[in-house]
């Protein structure tokens, strides 16, 4: 079955901290892993997009890698600010998208 | 620059009563999704779309019917709503089921 995890949950960080959201898939046989940003009470956004022959994509802040071989995938986010203060989700690509809970983050002053 | 739209934003209906959801898109994706999202289940695939005329059954979809008449819509009912069907539905498209996706803003509905 493939199955898609984020841990963990929910985290707090303060303003200016850099960070790394983890996410991992049990089936490595993935088109490509998406990174996705929730607002509450909002659709989600997509951030970043990794092809399978791709190792790591870049996006202002943002920086997400892909391992396929260890199933695991991260979004680093530089010099984190309040407005980055949302739920984070990744999606592994199969057939179908696939997504994991999500890392709820909060980002404190 | 619409994207992906859904209607209606909020509904709440009573136990047994139908609806239709709509989900429209202009960027001429082949690929159309509905999925719910509930509190600590994260988001779960309803029924999908593979291009017009065409509809498969996802993780979730007893309960639901979906119809793909035209490439840009894609219409999910319920036909006898029921408590569990309680949740945050949203709609996403893509060009191909390997390129990137986009989601709607989410219908809230409640069933009592």
């Known amino acids: 079955k493939q199955e898609v995890t984020q841990i963990p949950a929910a985290l707090s960080v303060p303003e200016g901290e850099n960070l790394v959201l983890n996410c991992s898939f049990t089936?490595?046989?993935?088109?490509?892993l998406q990174w996705f940003r929730q607002d509450p009470g909002k659709g989600l956004t997509s951030l970043l997009l990794?092809?399978?022959?791709?190792r790591e994509q870049t996006s202002g802040r943002l920086n997400a890698s892909l391992d396929k071989s260890s199933g695991r995938s991260t979004l680093y986010i530089a010099a984190s600010q309040p407005g980055d203060s949302a739920t984070y989700l990744c999606?592994?690509?199969?057939?179908?998208?696939?997504f994991g809970t999500g890392t709820r983050l909060q980002v404190t002053l | 620059n619409a994207g992906v739209t859904q209607t209606p934003k909020f509904r709440v209906l009573k136990t047994g009563q139908s609806m239709t959801l709509l989900c429209a898109q202009d960027m001429n994706h082949e690929y159309m999704y509905w999925y719910r999202q509930d509190p600590g289940m994260g988001l779960r695939l309803i029924h999908y779309s593979v291009g017009e005329g065409t509809t498969a059954k996802g993780e979730v979809p007893d309960g639901y019917n979906v119809s793909r008449l035209k490439k840009q819509n894609f219409l999910l009912g319920l036909e006898s709503a029921a408590p569990s069907q309680t949740s945050v539905y949203f709609c996403a498209s893509s060009g191909h089921m390997n390129t990137e996706a986009f989601f709607g803003q989410g219908t809230r509905l409640t069933v009592v």
């Open positions: 999606a592994g690509s199969y057939s179908k998208l696939t």
């Open positions: 089936d490595s046989a993935i088109y490509n």
């Open positions: 990794i092809q399978s022959s791709q």
